[in-house]
DNA sequence: TATGAATGATACCAACTTAGTATCATTTTG
DNA sequence: CAAAATGATACTAAGTTGGTATCATTCATA
């Protein structure tokens, strides 16, 4: 199975931001973070953006630019990253795609594996941040 | 997000299953199958024969040929399934792929993650087929 | 025993998603 | 103005999923 619950993105998200928070006021630049996690430079930059965008980083641009956490950032739960990243969670989707499906109402395949996906985006929720920042990567 | 728990070939697989069931012991060959459950027919058939080397469905070559349940297969739970078709579960995997990860054992992310995917797992075990054949799809 | 209806085995292909690149524009410090 | 940083966006490569295509084998039956 393959069913990954977060891609690379997220994954490197995290770590970014655990640096990031480990740095205190410090402002991290991309190269930085290249150096120091070894993720692929555009790869980052372009999650460094999605991150600043959506209000978790607060970017400085210009010499001695990068990066710094706001305070918004100790609340998202990982499954802010992953909605962020990867869309909203959805494990289970009725075979029949286009179309709505006639027993999407009573089909009891789904109806449990809804039941699952409900657990899991529970679990997801009560994963914050801040959980993680304590112990390193 | 996209980290579906079943694939297209295991929710055809189902439907096959319970559409065979539902004929008792009655032989169902393949073209009845694409018939009823308008699935392509080259792919329900690879569909078919895995389940049937599988020992879930049993197999009649030639003329009236087709297939039946086996015993076993009443036993099989969903993560049965899955597991032949998309193989072992493992919706958590680490970032650093090849190498083994040195923060294994710590890394609080992926222990979280490890959590949920046992939750899942024991989830996806307890849907036994029989529960899904008694209310049709 | 020949025929046709069925499954077995396998190799191939197309669309989609994920992971990653490449380029150029804009802002800021010195 | 030059250098160092981020912003925006378009492109590419690899892997996975869903599906085809082909040919071989088996079996019932006329
Ligand atoms: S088949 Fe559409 S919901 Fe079960
Ligand atoms: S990074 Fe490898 S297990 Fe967390």
Not at 1 to 26: P, Q
Not at 57 to 69: E, N, R, T
């Given at each position: 199975?393959?069913?990954?619950?977060?891609?690379?993105?997220?994954?490197?998200?995290?770590?970014?931001?655990?640096?990031?928070?480990?740095?205190?006021?410090?402002?991290?630049?991309?190269?930085?973070?290249?150096?120091?996690?070894?993720?692929?430079?555009?790869?980052?930059?372009?999650?460094?953006?999605?991150?600043?965008k959506a209000g978790i980083?607060?970017?400085?641009?210009?010499?001695?630019?990068?990066?710094?956490?706001t305070?918004a950032?100790?609340?998202?739960?990982?499954?802010?990253?992953?909605?962020?990243?990867?869309?909203?969670?959805?494990?289970?989707?009725?075979?029949?795609?286009?179309?709505?499906?006639?027993?999407?109402?009573?089909?009891?395949?789904?109806?449990?594996?809804?039941?699952?996906?409900?657990?899991?985006?529970?679990?997801?929720?009560?994963?914050?941040?801040?959980?993680?920042?304590?112990?390193?990567?």
């Open positions: 199975m393959n069913g990954k619950l977060i891609t690379r993105d997220t994954d490197y998200a995290v770590r970014a931001l655990v640096y990031i928070f480990n740095s205190k006021e410090r402002i991290v630049s991309a190269s930085e973070l290249v150096d120091e996690l070894k993720i692929p430079r555009p790869f980052l930059r372009k999650i460094l953006q999605k991150l600043s980083l607060k970017a400085y641009k210009g010499k001695g630019g990068g990066f710094q956490l305070v950032a100790k609340k998202v739960s990982l499954i802010g990253l992953i909605e962020l990243f990867q869309g909203p969670v959805k494990l289970t989707e009725c075979l029949f795609k286009k179309k709505p499906c006639p027993n999407m109402k009573v089909c009891p395949l789904r109806k449990k594996l809804q039941g699952i996906e409900k657990i899991v985006v529970k679990e997801l929720e009560s994963i914050k941040l801040n959980l993680l920042f304590d112990s390193k990567l």
